[in-house]
């Protein structure tokens, strides 16, 4: 068993993160999705959404520098390029959204992909003993649970 600097098996490494890179394709889809319906939304809740939306999309654009600077942590490459994203995403592309109801539907769908692609990672990072990334995940599943069920509420359904 080889191990890296920060005492890691590289082996498992490895294989996280490739599951960071594909996490970071799908952030890069769900940050373009948020500049998206914050750009394009229109109605009565426009005042409401607005600002929310670019709120969701600050906090994505943070989530995406913490996965790539995590890959390169485990001494890989992040995905850098559109072409790459496109490849690897799960996540739903929104295009043209400008409804209230469809842009918070996309957020509730696109976090759904999210919370997959990490309970993943968390399950892989906790087995190969890698608490930074375990942590990590953790951390943003929390968030997005809330995320969802406050989204949810707001469409008036459950989670």
Same mark, same amino acid.
């Given at each position: 068993m080889t191990t890296n600097s920060i005492g890691l098996e590289t082996t498992k490494t490895k294989e996280i993160a490739n599951d960071l890179n594909t996490l970071l394709a799908n952030f890069q889809i769900y940050y373009q999705n948020l500049r998206g319906i914050h750009w394009n939304i229109k109605g009565k809740r426009f005042f409401e959404l607005h600002p929310k939306f670019e709120e969701l999309y600050t906090d994505a654009n943070v989530k995406v520098d913490e996965i790539a600077e995590r890959v390169l942590?485990?001494? @890989?490459?992040?995905?850098?390029?559109?072409?790459?994203?496109?490849? @690897? @995403?799960?996540?739903?592309?929104?295009? =043209?959204?400008?409804?209230?109801?469809? @842009?918070?539907?996309?957020?509730?769908?696109?976090?759904?992909?999210?919370?997959?692609?990490?309970?993943?990672?968390?399950?892989?990072?906790?087995?190969? =003993?890698?608490?930074?990334? =375990?942590?990590?995940?953790?951390?943003?599943?929390?968030e997005q649970e809330k995320t969802v069920w406050m989204m949810k509420a707001w469409l008036g359904e459950s989670v």
């Open positions: 942590t485990l001494g @890989a490459t992040p995905l850098h390029t559109f072409e790459d994203y496109s490849k @690897a @995403a799960k996540v739903p592309v929104g295009k =043209n959204i400008s409804e209230d109801e469809k @842009a918070v539907q996309l957020i509730v769908d696109s976090l759904s992909e999210l919370l997959k692609i990490e309970r993943q990672i968390l399950d892989d990072s906790g087995e190969a =003993n890698d608490e930074g990334t =375990n942590s990590m995940m953790s951390d943003f599943i929390t």
